[in-house]
C-alpha cells in the first residue's frame, strides 16, 4: 500500500498579497507586481489583486499590462467602490475610456441655486521632471450640504498645471483628486458665495504622501 502523500503547503493569496503591497509602500514595484502575479495564481477572480496590480503596473509605465488589469476591475468589481472609480478615472485618462458624459435636468432660473464663488489651484508632486510625458490628474468637487448638495464638477490637467471650478453655490464641498491610480486627496472645504478660495495641491496636504508618480 503506498504511503499517503503529505497535502504541500501553497502560502494564502491574502499573506502574498500583504508581501506585494509592503513592498509597494517600500517604492519595489518590479517585486509588488511579480507577487500579485503570484497571488492571481492562487485566486485569479479577486477583483482587489487585479487593482493592485494595475496601481504597480502603471508605476512602471507598463500601459497595457496595466490597462488589462484596470479593465478586469471596472467589469467585475462593484461599481461603486474606490477601486471601480480609480480604474475607471486611470482608463479614461489614459485615453481607454471615453469620459461619461451625465445629462440632468435644467433647474429653474429662479431658483437661483447657481454662485458666484470659485475653487482654484496648482497641483504639484514635488520637483518636475525634464524630459518626461505629463502625469494626468483626475480632480472632483461634490456638494455636500446647503445650495451646492448635491452638485458634482470634474476636471483633468496635468501635474503642475492650474485648476478652477467656477460659478460654485454656497456650501460644503469635498475635493477628491487622483494621479497615477492613486487616490491622492480628499479635502473638505466651505465656499462662501462671491468668493474665491485658493487650495493647492501637492504632498503636505496629501493622504499619501509617499506615492511616487511617474513622470
Known sequence: MPAPVEPRSTPSALSVTHQAEALAAR???EGAWRLYYRALEIAPEEVFLWYGLGVTLSHLDQQKEAEVAFQYVV????PDSEEVR???WWLVSAGVLAA???FSI?????EGTQGQAAVKGTVTWGGPASGQPPVPVQLQLAGLNGLAEGKRFKTRINLGETYRFD???EGSYRLIGAAGGQRLWDQSLLVEDGKEISLD???DNSQSPTVELSR
Open 27 to 29: 517604492g519595489d514595484y
Open 106 to 110: 435644467a433647474a429653474d432660473p429662479g
Open 167 to 169: 460659478r460654485l453655490a
Open 100 to 102: 461619461p458624459v451625465t
Open 201 to 203: 495641491l501637492g504632498k
Open 86 to 88: 480609480v480604474a475607471r
Open 75 to 78: 467589469r467585475h468589481g462593484r
